[in-house]
């Protein structure tokens, strides 16, 4: 069964807390933090201020334990980036051989448009699958809606573990892992998670091309899922 193995997810949000009981510390790599202007503003582990990050991982984590982790932090002290700064971090993540490049947000500002295609093409060039929230309160969202990179929707009633793909997109749960004595609508919620539970499934498919002697694209991954 595939667990993620040979996988890198680059997870672009606030960082990761290392010791958090739900991450495994072994699979992350060294990442870094950008600023709004997108210069590195630290290199190594990006630790998470907000909790976002890490409860994002988590998700990966679940549905690709065997995966490696590259953590970039866009999100400091609010879950709010500049769009150069997430067009910057995917520019990096595939720069560093990422395979499966997970965004949970995004923008609505059309204005950005020619900026994130110019990333999203250099990241489709260097063989990264880019996985990004398709819209937000039913508004595309870039990157998610942009042809190269494969959009999630959100469907509440989804089993975490399972996904669909439906007019090119991934719909899955957004719901996190559960922790213990929570109640699911107390603990964070949505798109993000969903974006994070594809990109755990992503990961896995990724492992079943190649051992196939299949090279991943987004269009083959999304024939993976949709069995």
Known sequence: ?????????????SGVHPDHP??????????LALGPDGWMIESGLPLDRL???????????????AAQILPIRVFHDS??????????AIDWAAAQGADVINLSLGTTNAAHRALFEASVAGARARGSIILAASEADGTPCLPGSLPDVIGVGLDWDIPREACRVESGRIIASGYPRPIEGVPL????YGISF????????????????????????????LAALAG
Do not use: F, W, Y
Request: proline share 4%; glycine share 10%; net charge neutral.
């Open 1 to 13: 069964m595939a667990d993620g193995s040979g996988v890198t997810v680059a997870i672009i949000d």
């Open 185 to 188: 609508r107390r603990n964070l």
């Open 51 to 65: 909790g976002h990050g890490t409860a994002v991982t988590a998700a990966v984590q679940e549905k690709a334990p």
């Open 194 to 221: 969903a974006v994070a539970q594809a990109s755990g499934l992503a990961a896995c498919a990724v492992q079943a091309l190649r051992e196939q002697g299949i090279t991943p694209t987004p269009e083959n991954l």
């Open 79 to 88: 879950l709010r980036g500049s769009a150069l700064a997430l067009s910057t």
């Open 22 to 31: 739900h991450i495994n510390a072994d699979r992350l790599l060294s990442g």
